[in-house]
């Protein structure tokens, strides 16, 4: 079965700072799918970033991009210029190809300090 | 675009009673709905995943007969908390996949629903 971890329960960056929150997973598939999502105190599920397993290069969205590292199975999210509202649980995903279940890590929450 | 609705989004009952939860997607056909529970500080957890005219498809653990879900529509799935006792209350929220092709589309989740059962 599919895993995802998340081993930092929670962490704090500065305003303006970077912070990078890590995720690794297992998997023996080669076509796959990553998502970081974000839940704010809102506790709507927001799409943060994802990446194709097929695809080498790394994701981005503005101030959000992953380190995908296949081989390690290694899928860490990086918030650059950290704001105010990037305060949140932050949730890993992993879907395989074929399938759209999503199996989810245990979550990060973030705060941003002013 | 890609919105889903979920309603109501938060509901207080009494013991015993049964509650629905309707997620709808607004403006995209979704063969595939997913229900996920979430406890306090807690990651999603998959109930079931709903499929559009056919039985839904429940994890392990997930009772059926005590959470009743039917995909009557390409935009409307509901989940029904049967004869709810407080330790179903909990966090549920619903999500869509948007009509073939599927895996590289997320999914797109809806508000949730807060329920408490007293």
């Known amino acids: 079965a599919q895993t995802v971890t998340q081993s930092q329960p929670e962490m704090s960056v500065q305003e303006a700072e970077t912070v990078t929150l890590s995720c690794t997973y297992d998997t023996s598939e080669s076509n796959y799918y990553l998502f970081w999502y974000k839940q704010p105190p809102s506790r709507q599920m927001i799409l943060v970033i994802r990446?194709?397993?097929?695809?080498?290069q790394n994701a981005t969205e503005n101030r959000f991009s992953v380190n995908f590292q296949k081989a390690a199975k290694s899928f860490s999210l990086k918030i650059s210029d950290s704001q105010l509202g990037d305060t949140a649980m932050y949730f890993c995903?992993?879907?395989?190809?074929?399938?759209?279940?999503?199996?989810f890590g245990k979550g990060t929450k973030l705060t941003v300090n002013p | 675009g890609a919105v889903v609705s979920q309603h109501p989004s938060w509901v207080i009952c009494k013991s015993g009673t049964s509650v629905k939860i309707e997620c709808r997607s607004l403006d995209f056909q979704a063969t595939t709905m997913f229900w996920y529970r979430q406890f306090p500080k807690q990651s999603l957890m998959l109930m079931a995943t709903s499929n559009e005219g056919s039985k839904a498809t429940y994890e392990q653990g997930v009772e059926k007969d005590k959470f009743l879900i039917n995909h009557a529509s390409l935009t409307l799935s509901t989940l029904t908390v049967t004869s709810a006792h407080p330790e179903d209350s909990s966090f549920y929220i619903c999500?869509?996949?948007?009509?073939?092709?599927?895996?590289?589309?997320?999914?797109?989740f809806g508000d949730g629903t807060r329920l408490s059962i007293l």
């Open positions: 995903a992993y879907t395989q190809g074929g399938s759209e279940k999503l199996v």
């Open positions: 990446q194709e397993a097929y695809k080498q």
């Open positions: 999500s869509a996949s948007i009509y073939y092709p599927a895996s590289n589309q997320p999914q797109h």
